[in-house]
């Protein structure tokens, strides 16, 4: 069993996220993040989540794949550090999607880990699924490209 790590559980994302793996015959959730409800039981602040999880404030390092969740501008500067420590992570922000220039002449900000940003794939697999298939590192695409798919 693939042990997963979702940060941002209490944002939209996250939580649509645990629905679809908590079904997956491969993948246990086990540990999840969201600050404004650190230390609360899940189905507490989700009612209809009937699990044991505790929401956490960070993710130990004993997850095989993190998930991120969080928004563009933040996801990069608590991603990195485990990215830097080897856990295969997907990030659903733009944060490791665009070059570092893009970037930060998009988002007016200077990226917390630019040095991390060449080892994420972009994740589109009806793009090119190969590309993804076994990379331990990617950024999701947003809502535009998939819109058209």
Do not use: W
């Not at 609360?40 to 997850?63: C, Q, R």
């Not at 970037?103 to 940003?117: A, C, F, G, Q, S």
Request: hydrophobic share 40%; with cysteine; proline share 6%.
């Amino acid at each position: 069993m693939l042990k997963v790590g979702i940060i941002n559980i209490t944002g939209y994302a996250g939580i649509e996220l645990l629905r679809i793996l908590e079904n997956h015959p491969e993948v246990v959730i086990s540990e999840v993040t969201g600050r404004s409800q650190a230390g609360k039981p899940l189905k507490e602040v989700f009612t209809h989540y009937s699990g044991d999880l505790m929401i956490k404030e960070n993710l130990s390092e004993s997850v095989d794949l993190i998930f991120s969740a969080l928004p563009h501008k933040i996801s990069a500067s608590v991603l990195g550090q485990y990215v830097n420590n080897g856990i295969s992570s997907i990030d659903f922000s733009a944060d490791f999607r665009l070059p570092r220039n893009i970037y930060e002449t998009t988002y007016d900000v200077k990226h917390p880990y630019p040095t991390l940003i060449d080892k994420f794939v972009y994740g589109l697999p009806e793009k090119d699924k190969s590309a993804i298939k076994n990379k331990k590192f990617i950024a999701n695409p947003g809502c535009f490209p998939t819109s058209v798919i």
